[in-house]
Structures are given as structure tokens and as C-alpha cells.
């Protein structure tokens, strides 16, 4: 089975300070890993994902993510915060399998920047 | 590119009644899943479909069923409303393979009374 820990609710950033969104995963085989974010009555925006390859992944939004095998982790960070980026944050993993395209998502934490 | 479209966006149904959600698929996606979103159990997979095929199911009862159609639009339907089916409910769909992104639509929001 897999599963997707984010052990922060809640994560609070002063503007203009780095802001970083902490997932752990668990899977069989290599992981496809993803971030999105939702913004209030909205539904979930992509951000980035990870395949293979490079284990810094740059997305949308001047956002990143650095993916550890190691330590079974896939953090999003971003080296600036705005105010804009006040929302709910997401990390899910897909299946291990070929045609398992279902997601699994962790709780959510919700971000905060203080102006 | 058009998104991911679903209707209605809004719903209120009474307990026992049945609901049908549609969702539109990006052009030339060909996979399709759905998603329940709750406070209390967060985001859970529904199921996913693929060239008309139900290809993976979550661990929902069976009064939650979907289709796809030919042209890879796909509705839900959910029958014997409960209050607790009151949540927002996403729609998502991608090219075909798990190396895909996945892109979510705005959502159908039910309220069961």
C-alpha cells in the first residue's frame, strides 16, 4: 500500500522569508511524487512533480522540490514567500504499478504568510 | 487548452435522493478519476476510468458507481444520499500512464439536508 505523511497543519512564514512544506511517502517500486495546491473553494492546482531523473524539481510559481530517496522524502520549498501564496498544499504519490493511475494524498497543510 | 470541466458546481440534495456529477475531460486525455474531498477524511480516490474501462476503484460502498463514454467525458452518480456524502468532489484526468500529470478540475460541491 502507499501512503503520504505531511506532519505539519499548519506552517507560518513572515514575507520574504524561504518557506518549506515537509512530505514523506512510502511506496513499492520507484515513486512518481506531486505537489499541488488549493486555493479556497477551488479545486487542485498542479505544482510539480517528480518522475525521474534530477532530484530538484522546479515547478510553477517559483516553487521546488527536492526529492531524497534516502530518506523517503519529497519537500517543497521556494526561496521567497508571498502573501499570494497563503493556501492549501498537497503531496500525493501515484501507484507503483503500470495503469495504476490512482493518487494518494496526504492531510494537507495549510501555509500562511505573514505580510 | 480547456481545463478539466465539471457540473454543476453547486448542489443541494436531500438523504435518499441520488445525484449525477459530469466531468469533461482536457482533449485527449483518455484517463479519468474522481475524487471525494471531506474535512474529516481528506482527499480519497473514487475511481478511474480508462477507454470506457473502470480500471481502479477506491474503497467506497457501492452506491457510488461512474461511467466513461466514448468521447472520455465521465459522470459520477451516487444513489441513497447520505449527510455524509456532503463533501467536494474532484474530477481529474491525464494522457494515460502514471508518468502523466494528473489535473484536477474546480470541483462539484454537494450538501446533502
Known amino acids: 500500500a502507499q501512503s503520504v505523511a505531511q506532519p505539519e497543519d499548519q506552517v507560518n512564514v513572515a514575507e520574504g522569508n524561504p518557506l518549506t512544506v515537509k512530505c514523506t511517502y512510502s511506496?513499492?517500486?520507484?515513486?512518481?511524487l506531486f505537489w499541488y495546491v488549493q486555493y479556497p473553494n477551488r479545486g487542485l492546482q498542479f505544482l510539480l512533480k517528480y518522475i525521474t531523473g534530477d532530484n530538484l524539481v522546479k515547478g510553477s510559481y517559483g516553487f521546488e522540490a527536492e526529492f531524497n530517496k534516502s530518506q523517503t522524502s519529497f519537500h517543497l520549498k521556494k526561496p521567497s514567500a508571498l502573501v499570494s501564496d497563503s493556501a492549501l498544499y498537497f503531496c500525493?504519490?501515484?501507484?507503483?504499478?503500470?495503469?495504476?493511475?490512482?493518487?494518494?494524498f496526504g492531510t494537507g497543510t495549510r501555509l500562511t504568510i505573514i505580510p | 487548452k480547456a481545463g478539466v470541466t465539471q457540473t454543476p458546481r453547486y448542489l443541494i440534495k436531500t438523504r435518499g435522493q441520488q445525484v449525477t456529477l459530469s466531468c469533461s475531460p482536457i482533449s485527449g486525455h483518455r484517463s479519468v478519476s474522481w475524487y471525494q474531498q471531506t474535512p474529516g477524511q481528506g482527499l480519497q480516490f473514487l475511481f478511474e476510468y480508462f477507454s470506457e474501462t473502470q480500471r481502479n476503484k477506491g474503497n467506497f460502498p457501492g452506491r457510488f458507481s461512474g461511467r466513461q463514454f466514448s468521447n472520455s467525458r465521465s459522470e459520477m452518480n451516487v444513489s441513497t444520499l447520505e449527510l455524509g456524502d456532503s463533501a467536494l468532489y474532484l474530477c481529474?484526468?491525464?494522457?494515460?500512464?502514471?508518468?502523466?500529470?494528473?489535473?484536477f478540475g474546480e470541483g462539484s460541491w454537494l450538501t446533502v439536508v
Open positions: 511506496v513499492s517500486g520507484n515513486p512518481y
Open positions: 481529474a484526468s491525464s494522457l494515460s500512464n502514471r508518468a502523466n500529470t494528473i489535473y
Open positions: 500525493a504519490v501515484s501507484g507503483a504499478n503500470f495503469g495504476n493511475e490512482k493518487l494518494t
